[in-house]
């Protein structure tokens, strides 16, 4: 009922994107055992706080996620669907009323904290309090997901109640989001940066130590909710940022699998190893890297030499070649693949950097550098020090971008330094990334608006007319006029003005020890870690 | 016109001459030093390797050719290809220039910046001496490899950035070294006899000084070559010294040659035979060049 309401409604752009993974899935007929310690690898040295409000990164949601509960989520036994919401703390899905203007949703009694206390519409509607607008002096990475909210708030014990200012399909594939965890009003009111060095949740796990650098350890709440989850006794995550190494854990079985994704020759190495020992779930990944000129910059100021950088690029050539030795598959536009949202092929081919004949592309590029004063142009490549895929797509972009005389060097910088350098706009081009968790469209855009509206672009650019466009189409519930919408604000974005370049959207592989179940891949690695249903058929 | 040179100069000036090395010329070097010349003849190749990289790599090093990615070695690419479908040996040809450049800068500017701290620090003594083995005292205390990690961290990485970093900690390693050889010839009388002629410290440390710690400093010369090739190829490795697309062998070790170690191991093999044997070359080359610069052991 609720799940044909939702589409119906359009559900954001969160049309079905059934067949874009190939799980390995258990059997049906699997029976989940009880017990056993997963230990799994994180590849990262350590989280840079344990706050989900506030951070964006799978160093924090993998280690983090399952001492935690949220409000609703996407459905964990079916989390590559885009539609499939269920609820955690909540009882019910709820029906929009006022318009679609008012989400209601009532809260499970007799939830609590780790600490025994009861959990209730106080600290739901508090949390996303801190995530919809945050304190004077807090950020939350999640603020600019929910422009369309005018307040949330919590009703009596077991109410909690979200007002919109407008109707949007955007809303609740947002509230699904997996860094929403649900905190203690008594402490947020006491410290709200009290979460970023400790955690006290209500998930399936309770916390049971973390050493920096090391590992995370959890073990099974006895009082969790969900009645006969978790399946697990606890687990351990180990942090370890070399590919080498968690490659080698997972081949030694002192670890079970590694949750973000490797690459495809990790892969071949495991089952050509291991055979049956192992299972490889692969999805599309709402996940890619863009590349960003600082409009700031000259001369990546005039269009043209921005035009030219897209031009020069054969993703179509590209994308298959790096497929084998880099998490990247699918050449795409602004919208994940597959998505009813996302461009076809013919589309995509009108486009600046996608045009089917590469050498009339290239001259194109070649035309425009002469016209702009810049043929020749030496730039800097800003890039950051992760392997995959950052590094191997700069490599393949600095080979494409020399066949129109362009010389590029790369400045790989570690992620702190990194991000430090984006803010600050210190950087003639970036290479930049746009990951996602739940797949929505009309927010998964908002990386492309200026910093102004999304405090995560880097391009240094204010564009009124893109604001305009994307404000229509974000107040826009027709998901017909939504697809032609976004068409015209992809065409802008890409080909127009050329804010930033795309290229081919990853692909995640995970390959994991055979007798790891109940967890089933999703297009996104924030997605699905709370391991509640995780077994071990040991 | 007067002359103003004091009339013991001359004398003063030849007794300063340090025992010249042995003129026997290559050949006799050759049969003296057979391990040497091994060494020798590794520094050659490396060295034309680098200097005419273009004439000598049949690729272009940075091209990625995706019709070709992982290819064992073959008579088209003699060391194979990379997984960007790059040729191994045209990387390795201008991974050598890389080399060449961060190791001769290293041991030059660093070498060259230690012969000056450690001469005046020896012959100036008192609180200069003092201040000095210090700060050098200091900066030993860190090994090689990490000093440079934390310059890298400051300065960011990049061919410059690296050569800076490698240079820092090569500084007192050789100004130590210097200043033990200085503070020797600082008491021998030529020198007294110089300052009683009223010479400058300049023409002191530059004509009767210097001159006379050469030996020991250009055998820690090709050491330190050596030794900035290893720690370049390391700081490479760490992801923290030349990026990608540019040719250098510790970057050939990282990434694709950890991730194909199993089904091409020749990504990783060549770049790490090539780093070996020209560390090895250098080594050999500079316990050749000791012996046969060392009046004790040149006639053994």
């Not at chain 2, 680098?50 to 290819?71: C, K, Q, R």
């Amino acid at each position: 009922m609720i799940r044909t309401l939702l589409a119906a409604a359009g559900l954001g752009a969160a049309l079905c994107i059934a067949p874009l993974t190939n799980a390995a899935a258990p059997a049906a007929a699997d029976t989940p055992k009880r017990g056993g310690i997963l230990t799994f690898m994180i590849p990262a040295d350590a989280p840079p706080s344990f706050d989900g409000h506030r951070e964006t990164t799978y160093a924090t949601v993998h280690a983090v996620a399952p001492f935690y509960s949220v409000l609703i989520r996407i459905n964990p036994d079916n989390p590559s669907s885009t539609t499939d919401f269920v609820c955690d703390l909540c009882t019910e899905m709820p029906t929009p009323t006022d318009g679609g203007k008012t989400y209601t949703f009532k809260i499970r009694e007799g939830v609590t904290f780790h600490d025994g206390s009861p959990l209730t519409a106080a600290d739901v509607a508090a949390s996303w309090q801190e995530i919809i607008h945050p304190r004077e002096g807090m950020s939350s990475a999640r603020e600019s997901y929910f422009i369309m909210v005018d307040k949330v708030e919590a009703s009596d014990a077991t109410t909690v109640v979200f007002r919109l200012k407008f109707a949007t399909n955007a809303f609740l594939p947002s509230l699904a989001d997996p860094f929403a965890w649900i905190y203690k009003k008594e402490i947020l009111d006491k410290d709200p940066r009290w979460f970023e060095k400790n955690i006290m949740g209500s998930g399936p796990f309770k916390f049971a130590g973390y050493e920096i650098g090391q590992s995370i350890k959890g073990v099974r709440n006895p009082d969790y909710y969900h009645k006969g989850r978790p399946y697990l006794d606890g687990f351990i995550g180990i942090f370890a940022a070399k590919q080498a190494v968690r490659v080698d854990a997972i081949r030694a079985d002192r670890a079970a699998v590694e949750f973000r994704g490797l690459p495809p020759s990790a892969r071949d190495e495991l089952v050509r190893e291991l055979g049956d020992q192992i299972t490889v779930q692969t999805s599309d990944w709402n996940c890619g890297n863009l590349v960003t000129p600082n409009h700031k910059r000259k001369p990546f100021d005039d269009v043209r030499v921005r035009r030219a950088l897209a031009l020069a690029i054969d993703s179509w050539h590209g994308a298959p070649a790096l497929a084998k030795i880099a998490t990247v598959h699918t050449v795409a536009g602004i919208v994940f693949p597959g998505s009813p949202l996302a461009a076809t092929k013919e589309e995509l081919q009108t486009l600046a950097g996608f045009w089917p004949d590469i050498g009339k592309s290239r001259e194109e590029a070649k035309r425009l550098l002469k016209e702009a004063g810049a043929e020749g142009l030496k730039f800097e490549l800003m890039n950051r020090n992760v392997d995959q895929p950052y590094k191997y797509v700069a490599t393949w972009l600095i080979d494409e971008w020399s066949k129109v005389g362009l010389q590029v060097t790369q400045r790989v910088l570690p992620t702190g330094p990194f991000f430090d350098a984006l803010r600050h706009g210190t950087f003639d081009v970036t290479v930049d990334f746009n990951c996602q968790s739940v797949v929505n469209p009309l927010m998964d855009i908002g990386k492309f608006l200026p910093h102004s509206v999304y405090a995560e672009n880097y391009g240094n650019y204010d564009d009124e007319k893109e604001i305009a466009l994307y404000q229509a189409l974000l107040h826009e519930t027709d998901t017909v006029k939504q697809r032609s919408m976004i068409r015209e604000f992809e065409k802008y974005v890409l080909d127009t003005q050329v804010h930033m370049l795309m290229t081919p959207w990853w692909n995640r592989i995970i390959p994991a020890r055979s007798y790891v179940k109940g967890w089933k891949i999703s297009p996104s690695h924030y997605l699905n870690q709370d391991l509640a249903n995780v077994w071990l058929d040991k | 016109m007067v002359d103003l040179t004091p009339p013991c100069a001359s004398a003063v000036d030849t007794a300063a001459e340090s025992p010249r090395p042995s003129r026997e010329g290559i050949i006799g070097f050759c049969r003296r030093q057979p391990l040497g010349t091994v060494g020798l003849v590794l520094v050659l190749v490396m060295a034309v390797a680098g200097l005419s990289a273009e004439w000598i790599a049949p690729y272009n090093p940075t091209s990625n050719d995706f019709a070709a990615m992982t290819e064992p070695p073959s008579w088209a690419h003699l060391m194979g290809t990379d997984q960007f479908g790059r040729d191994l040996f045209s990387r390795i040809v201008f991974g050598a220039r890389t080399a060449l450049i961060v190791g001769f800068s290293c041991a030059i500017i660093g070498g060259g910046a230690g012969l000056v701290l450690g001469v005046a620090s020896a012959y100036f003594g008192g609180r200069l001496d003092l201040v000095l083995q210090r700060v050098m005292d200091v900066v030993m205390a860190f090994p090689l490899i990490i000093m440079a990690l934390a310059v890298i961290a400051i300065f960011g990485s990049g061919v410059y950035n690296v050569i800076v970093a490698i240079t820092i900690p090569l500084i007192p390693r050789c100004a130590r070294v210097v200043r033990s050889s200085a503070l020797a010839i600082r008491e021998v009388p030529y020198i007294d006899a110089a300052r009683a002629c009223g010479f400058g410290h300049t023409r002191i440390i530059l004509r009767h000084m210097v001159p006379n710690v050469l030996a020991p400093f250009l055998i820690m010369l090709t050491a330190f070559v050596g030794q900035a090739i290893l720690a370049e190829a390391s700081l490479s490795y760490l992801g923290l010294g030349v990026q990608e697309p540019t040719a250098a062998w510790g970057l050939m070790l990282q990434g694709g040659a950890e991730e194909y170690a199993s089904t091409a191991p020749w990504i990783a093999i060549f770049p790490g035979l090539a780093i070996a044997l020209t560390v090895f070359g250098f080594s050999l080359f500079g316990d050749a060049l000791r012996d046969a610069l060392d009046p004790k052991l040149r006639d053994r």
